[in-house]
């Protein structure tokens, strides 16, 4: 028989003990979302990190060890992407309606979130190299990262950028929405997946499905303006 | 919608993951072999949207699936966000002003994105419909 050391140290080297945390700890974020009656601030991504955050700090664990067994639902990100087919098809007839009101919302929204950024950074004195780094922060991950890379940003610090955003998208939305009186959910969908990608739009499926796919559009087209757009913004700031 | 005659063949729910995969998988060749600056699920998604628009049955097959992997899209988030706290050094001494720019930017992204669309559509007469 083995004692409880060595059970756990076989376990925290392997991808099973990681892998349930993982789905406990986003179970614990829910169901304290659901308790406190849906408050954005119980962002149940956030409450999971914070826990996550805290047991491998107590345990000692690398983030390493921990993407292990966490890379499998990491993983799923590409498929879910590919899934946002589904809803978009399903509000097609929406969509062929609003081109001129996103196409005017994307540019607006793309451009604010890029240049409003670096002209704050720029103001509080923050050096060129993050600039190039918090350029791409409201698009959705993998596309921020290669856009910083172009741009002599840092990934690491472009990744953490864009799950910040992502998570202050997702809890100021609905009160901001509701103060300004928007109560369109195609207008309140849309941008906040313009303004943060895909935990923006997270939010918005928990929140109304026709905001939910506006905000997968959002997020989408929003990937590919920034892309065109970062390297001349940031320009300015130079 | 499910048939008995459809229940007997393979498996709906894993030939819908297989669907989606195929179509992830396409769009990142596609991504790499013409260069292009969309990431590779984003080429996915538009090819199996494009599937769904030249074939409603497929969409009708596929849609439980692709609600089924939505519904939880948030805890797709949390091992990268874990990273964010196992990196919280790397914000470094322009930690606040970098916080002040994203919280910022943030909201007048949002309020500048939803006032222009809302203009948008009441100048173009597009009105939402409620189901």
């Known amino acids: 028989m083995s004692d409880l050391p060595d059970i756990w140290s076989y376990l ?30 119980v962002n149940p991504v956030l409450v999971a990190m914070v826990i996550l955050g805290a047991v491998l700090w107590a345990t000692a664990t690398p983030y390493a060890t921990y993407f292990e067994g966490a890379q499998f639902v990491h993983f799923m990100l590409g498929p879910a992407t590919v899934a946002l087919a589904g809803p978009l098809y399903s509000n097609l ?5 609003t081109l001129l009101p996103m196409a005017g919302a994307l540019i607006v929204g793309s ?10 950074a720029q103001a509080l004195g923050v050096e060129a190299a993050t600039m190039a780094s918090l350029a791409p922060k409201s698009t959705t991950a993998p596309v921020a990262i290669g856009i910083a890379e172009q741009l002599g940003g840092l990934p690491t ?27 369109d959910w195609r207008a309140r969908g849309f941008s906040v997946g313009v303004a943060a990608h895909g935990i923006g739009t997270a939010r918005a499926f928990q929140v109304n ?17 920034t892309a065109l757009i970062a390297p001349y913004v940031l320009g300015l700031f130079q | 919608m499910l048939t008995p005659s459809m229940t007997r063949k393979a498996n709906p729910m894993i030939l819908n993951i297989a669907i989606i995969l195929v179509a992830q998988l396409v769009g990142e060749v596609l991504a790499r072999l013409l260069a292009l600056p969309i990431p590779g699920p ?31 899209l ?58």
């Open chain 1, 12 to 41: 925290r080297e392997g991808p099973l003990l990681w892998l349930t945390a993982t789905l406990v700890a986003y179970l614990i974020g829910d169901a304290l979302f659901r308790a406190s009656a849906r408050n954005p601030l």
């Open chain 1, 93 to 97: 007839h929406h969509v062929r309606r």
């Open chain 1, 111 to 120: 451009v604010t979130a890029v240049a409003s950024a670096l002209w704050i």
């Open chain 1, 157 to 183: 610090l472009t990744a953490a950028l864009v799950i910040i955003t992502g998570i202050i998208g997702a809890v100021v939305v609905t009160p901001l929405m509701n103060a300004l009186r928007i109560t």
């Open chain 1, 209 to 225: 499905e026709t905001a939910g796919a506006f905000a997968g559009i959002g997020m989408g087209l929003n990937a590919l303006l």
């Open chain 2, 42 to 72: 984003v080429i996915g998604m538009a090819l199996l949207l494009a599937g769904f628009m030249a074939s409603p049955k497929l969409a009708e097959r596929i849609l439980p699936t692709s609600q089924g992997i939505l519904a939880h």
């Open chain 2, 74 to 131: 948030s805890l797709l988030f949390v091992p990268a966000g874990v990273g964010v706290i196992s990196h919280v050094e790397v914000l470094g001494t322009s930690g606040l002003a970098l916080m002040a720019a994203l919280v910022g930017s943030t909201l007048l992204a949002l309020i500048a994105g939803a006032l222009t669309f809302v203009a948008l559509a009441r100048l173009t007469g597009s009105q939402e419909v409620k189901e």
